[in-house]
């Protein structure tokens, strides 16, 4: 199953991005920009963004830690080809890209001073997304935040509709990511907190080890 998903992602890549500029009309990167500043990242943090995709997120964190690291890692290698081009483009020295599984991380304890995932927790079901929670919170330094962004239920009633055939998708499971998704992550970090964003459209969960 995870060989099949791995291959979807990878054909997925030459497409997401213009498929979420398309959804999220944010091409001037504010809601990235609000999750990178929401971190409370200082300049020589490391960073890691987890299921980084086309690294959208990694190279805004890069802007806010230009002396430290951000390291992007995913398990799909179509969008970390796409990551890294885009890296390269932007002339960015600090910025690296890995394959990995979100639930099984390659990195050592207290690695990283800051977490960050962006639009993909909810794609982790069962299982491997409490290993990724794990995961994330055995990486972090003591303190550290976990900061991640998701869809907030959508008003207009197609796009709702949308919203809901997503977690339709997912199973029984997918409905009970978003009703327990709070209670889930106060079971494993020190501390969770969520807000919406202006546009209402995006939520913005900020725990910590």
Known sequence: MRRYRRKYYDFFSHFYDWIINLHSKDRSLSLR???AKKTG????????????????????MSEYVPKGMV?????SMGMLI??????RRKGLKNVFFVAADAASLPFRPDAFDVVTCSHAIYELTGQTRKFALEEIKRV????????????????????RFLYHLRLRSMG?????????????LKSI????????????????ICARK
């Open 33 to 35: 920009h609000y999750l």
């Open 41 to 60: 990242a200082r300049d020589g943090d490391t960073v890691l963004d987890l299921c980084t995709g086309t690294g959208s997120v990694a190279t805004v």
């Open 82 to 87: 796409k990551a890294r081009e885009k890296a």
């Open 71 to 75: 390291v992007g890692a995913d398990f």
């Open 140 to 159: 972090l330094r003591r303190g550290a935040p976990f900061c991640m962004m998701e869809h907030e239920e959508p008003r207009q009633p197609v796009i």
């Open 189 to 204: 970090f020190s501390e969770a907190t969520r807000e919406i964003t202006s546009t209402g459209k995006t939520k913005l």
């Open 172 to 184: 029984r499971e997918g409905r009970q990511i978003v009703k327990n998704e709070m209670q889930e």
